[in-house]
C-alpha cells in the first residue's frame, strides 16, 4: 500500500472512531432520561432487537454466505458477542440507575486506559514518553470539561455501587476492542456485527424474560418507543458499525483514544436539546483532548 492510501485509510479510520463516538454521546443522554420507565435489562435488550430487525435486511446475504467461517470459529464470536452485546451496555444501564452522570462520565474515559494496558501486557505494544504525554493532555482535558475546572467538585465525588458496574463495563468494552483486532480475516464487518448482534441478544434473553416477571415491566410510550429507535438503530447498529471498521483500520489502542471526545460531544448535544450552557472552559478542554489524541496517535 503506498503512503498516500496508507494516509486515506488512517482518514477513513478516524472518521468512523468519531462517528462511533458521536453517536454514542446520544446514547448516555436518552439512556438517562428512560430509566423510570424501562429497566436497565429490557432497555438493552429492546435496543439489540431493533438494532437486529434494522441490519438483518442488509446482512443476512452475508451472514449466510459466511456462515461456514462463523461456524468455524464458534468461540470468538459467542464471547464477543456476550462482552459486546449482552454485558457491556446492559451494565451501563444497571450503573446509571445507582451512581451519577458525572461518576459515570469519569468512570466512562478509563477505557482507552484499559485498552493501552491490555495492549501493552498482551501484546508487547510499547508505552512510550510521547504516549504517556498524549494520554495525560487527554485526562486533563476531559477531568476539566466534566467538572468544569474546580477542583472541589473532584475532591467531593463519593463513589457506590453504580461506580463498580460503570467501571467494569470500561473492562469489558476495553477486551471487547481487543477481540475486534483478531477477528477472522475473511469475515466481513457486516457478517460480524449480524452474528454478534443475534448471539448477543440470545444471551440477554433469559435476563430479559426474569426481569420482565419479578421486577419491572418496561412502559412503552410515544416518549419511550423513539429513544429505543435511536439506541437501537444509531447507537448499536450504526456506532458498532463504525468502531469495528475504525478497531480494524486502526487497531484498538488509536481508535480507543478517540473515545475521550465523548463528552465534548455530550456536551455539544446537551447545548442543542437540553439548552445547558457552553463556557469558555468547553473548548480549552477541547483544545487539550485533541492535542492529546494528536500526540498519542502519531507515527
Do not use: C
Request: charged share 10%; glycine share 6%.
Amino acid at each position: 500500500m503506498s503512503e498516500t492510501a496508507k494516509k486515506q485509510s488512517f482518514l477513513i479510520g478516524y472518521l468512523f472512531a468519531f462517528g462511533a463516538t458521536a453517536i454514542w454521546s446520544g446514547n448516555f443522554i436518552i439512556a438517562r432520561g428512560l430509566h423510570d420507565n424501562i429497566p436497565p435489562v429490557s432497555l438493552a435488550f429492546y435496543r439489540w432487537l431493533v438494532a437486529v430487525i434494522v441490519f438483518l435486511p442488509f446482512a443476512l446475504k452475508s451472514l449466510i454466505r459466511e456462515w461456514g467461517i462463523i461456524q468455524e470459529h464458534p468461540t470468538y464470536f459467542s464471547i464477543t458477542a456476550l462482552l459486546g452485546v449482552t454485558t457491556f451496555n446492559t451494565l451501563i444501564y444497571i450503573a446509571g440507575h445507582t451512581t451519577t452522570a458525572m461518576n459515570l462520565s469519569l468512570i466512562a474515559i478509563t477505557f482507552p486506559v484499559f485498552i493501552v494496558l491490555l495492549s501493552r501486557i498482551l501484546y508487547k505494544d510499547p508505552i512510550t514518553a510521547q504516549k504517556g504525554i498524549g494520554i495525560t493532555l487527554v485526562l486533563i482535558g476531559v477531568v476539566t470539561l466534566i467538572t468544569k475546572g474546580s477542583l472541589s467538585a473532584l475532591l467531593n465525588i463519593s463513589f457506590n455501587r453504580g461506580d463498580v458496574w460503570m467501571l467494569l463495563a470500561s473492562i469489558i468494552f476495553a477486551v471487547y476492542s481487543l477481540f475486534l483486532r483478531h477477528k477472522p480475516a475473511a469475515i466481513s464487518v457486516m457478517a460480524l456485527q449480524l452474528s454478534i448482534f443475534i448471539l448477543g441478544l440470545l444471551f440477554l434473553f433469559p435476563f430479559f424474560l426474569w426481569e420482565q416477571t419479578t421486577i419491572q415491566h418496561a412502559i412503552l410510550t410515544r416518549t419511550t418507543i423513539p429513544a429505543i429507535l435511536y439506541i437501537g438503530i444509531f447507537a448499536s447498529l450504526g456506532a458498532f458499525v463504525f468502531w469495528t471498521k475504525a478497531v480494524v483500520i486502526l487497531g484498538p489502542a488509536k481508535a480507543g483514544m478517540v473515545y475521550y471526545t465523548l463528552p465534548l460531544f455530550s456536551g455539544f448535544l446537551a447545548y442543542v436539546f437540553l439548552l445547558e450552557s457552553i463556557n469558555i472552559l468547553y473548548f480549552f478542554s477541547m483544545l487539550l483532548i485533541f492535542m492529546g489524541i494528536v500526540t498519542t496517535n502519531r507515527g
